[in-house]
């Protein structure tokens, strides 16, 4: 069984992504997976030359063989896109982290960080509610009027870190592939970042049965656009709610003290 990190790369070169790439190859030992769009950008090509645990996938035509699948956003078609490779796969007992790239960093192995259950599909709480935050609040409302009432008071789960075994993740996938489609077919707009609440409504209302909602700051991941506080190591390694390092960090770009501190100094020099 390995170990496979699926991130959209379109439209980035090595610049954009050097602290994700950096710290995915440091921190831990994944297969890491780029998925591009051609052309693809010669800084990144050169970069998967020289390292074997880096593969880039260009976007298949057949993604967009869907009808109306040409007029979705590279926001979108990654969810395709990553479903494709997963089903491209022989292997299927891989663990498999579905993630963003430019604003993830890594601080240690999260394969190795928790005994993952053999189904289970772990997905990122936030410690903000839907209601309470505009950006999700109008993804959830513009995309289920009907279910916002009942999804308002719920906890954002965030949809760039989920992690699982191979075979439940593609599940996920293809749940949100089925989605993203069906809008289209509907001729529903979606907007700029509602994959997000596609995320949450299928979570919350129990589509995904195998999903496990991860509290922030507890175990595996820290998101840190709603986070209140933060605890560090003496190297400015940020700490979980158990005093220990927490393996991905998303979203720190978002967080003045991050890079202020030693955070920063420890993580990004």
């Not at 950096?22 to 990144?44: F, K």
């Not at 589509?207 to 840190?224: D, G, H, Q, R």
Request: net charge neutral; hydrophobic share 40%.
């Amino acid at each position: 069984m390995n170990s496979v990190i699926i991130s959209a790369a379109y439209g980035y070169g090595v610049n954009q992504l050097h602290r994700f790439v950096h710290s995915s190859m440091r921190n831990t030992d994944a297969l890491l997976v780029l998925l591009v769009r051609e052309p693809v950008d010669e800084t990144l090509t050169e970069l998967a030359r020289q390292n074997s645990r880096i593969k880039l996938d260009a976007v298949f035509a057949k993604i967009y063989k869907s009808p109306g699948a040409e007029q979705l956003t590279p926001a979108l078609v990654r969810y395709l896109h990553a479903a494709e490779y997963l089903r491209s796969m022989k292997e299927e007992e891989n663990t498999v982290l579905v993630c963003d790239s430019r604003d993830v960093f890594f601080q240690a192995n999260p394969f190795h960080s928790m005994e993952l259950s053999h189904d289970s599909l772990y997905v990122a709480e936030e410690p903000e509610s839907i209601a309470n935050c505009p950006v999700n609040r109008s993804w959830v409302r513009d995309l289920y009027p009907e279910s916002y009432e009942t999804l308002a008071s719920l906890k954002i789960i965030c949809s760039g870190t989920t992690m699982g075994r191979q075979k439940t993740v593609l599940e996920y996938l293809q749940k949100m592939e089925d989605e993203i489609l069906g809008f289209v077919k509907r001729d529903k707009n979606i907007p700029h970042g509602g994959d997000q609440g596609i995320h949450n409504y299928l979570i919350h209302t129990h589509k995904l049965p195998k999903a496990k909602i991860v509290e922030n700051e507890t175990s595996l991941f820290i998101t840190c656009h709603h986070q209140k506080s933060f605890a560090f190591d003496r190297r400015g390694r940020i700490l979980n709610k158990n005093g220990e390092i927490c393996p991905i960090v998303h979203q720190y770009d978002r967080v003045a003290i991050l890079f202020s501190g030693a955070f920063f100094n420890a993580c990004f020099n």
